[in-house]
């Protein structure tokens, strides 16, 4: 399986403006920048993207894993924290802080933690970014 998305950049580093597409439409010419990236200017950044697909990866790979367990979450909310550090003369993602909070009817604490942990390692995302700090908060409420 492959998905693509593009990019699109036009100007200078600090007043340029670029464009986010993906294949499938679900971001169409989405607008980013040195302002939305820096500054908190609107449009979107390469860090929110990625928290966006951590938390929906890790998310889906919950589920699988509870699945695996004979449990079905009633729901997984994820957010991921995505930290963004100068390193040198350049940045790297630094950290990723998933906190997750989720509903899984019959579910014990120890069965919780060890298989959100199990999420938390396995899916794709996070080997993507291995070589970043991530860690997990989890909450399972009743």
């Known amino acids: 399986m492959k998905k693509t998305a593009s990019a699109v950049w036009k100007g200078d580093l600090k007043s ?3 464009s986010i597409s ?4 679900v971001l169409k010419d989405a607008p980013y920048g040195f302002k939305a990236r820096f500054e908190g200017g609107p449009g979107t950044n390469p860090e929110e993207l990625i928290g966006a697909a951590h938390a929906g990866c890790f998310s889906m790979a919950f589920s699988m894993i509870l699945g695996g367990a004979g449990l079905t979450a009633d729901e ?3 957010t991921a924290e995505v930290t ?5 003369e350049g940045f790297e993602i630094t950290a990723v802080h998933l906190i997750l909070a989720a509903k899984i009817p019959g579910a014990t604490q120890q069965q919780f933690d060890e298989l959100s942990k199990a999420a938390k390692e396995g899916c794709p995302v996070s080997k993507v ?3 970043a700090n991530i860690t997990l908060s989890a909450t399972l409420e009743s």
């Open 84 to 88: 963004l550090d100068k390193v040198g």
């Open 129 to 131: 970014l291995k070589g």
């Open 16 to 18: 340029g403006i670029g």
């Open 76 to 78: 997984i909310r994820t």
């Open 22 to 25: 993906t294949e499938t439409g």
